[in-house]
């Protein structure tokens, strides 16, 4: 599997991702609430659901011993943000 050279290396990489995602979900927050005023109030709950996944997975890298399993961490978290901007973007 992993050693723990790797980790040094995996980390910062998520960790910069994270904020990635989190910058990003806000500025389509913004967005969202500026182009569709009238579907805001729908949307809002999964922009907010987004960003904490997004702020919960930063905290999470800070943990080293969660970093033993990054594979699986970092599938869950950009699938729920995939998932999420899926149903923000629904019929």
Same mark, same amino acid.
């Given at each position: ?20 995602? &989190? ?6 927050? &913004? ?17 907010? =659901? ?6 919960? =997975? ?5 943990? #080293? ?8 961490f970092?599938? =869950?978290?950009f ?6 901007? &899926?149903?923000?973007?629904g #019929?």
């Amino acid at each position: 599997m992993d050693d723990d050279g790797d980790l040094g290396f995996i980390a910062p990489t998520l960790r910069a991702s994270t904020l990635a995602l &989190v910058a990003f979900q806000i500025a389509y927050l &913004v967005l969202d609430r500026l182009e569709y005023p009238l579907r805001f109030a729908q949307s809002c709950p999964l922009h907010l =659901a987004s960003i904490a996944v997004a702020v919960l =997975a930063f905290t999470v890298t800070l943990s #080293p011993g969660a970093l033993r399993y990054w594979r699986g961490f970092s599938i =869950a978290v950009f699938a729920l943000t995939i998932a999420c901007a &899926v149903w923000i973007g629904g #019929p």
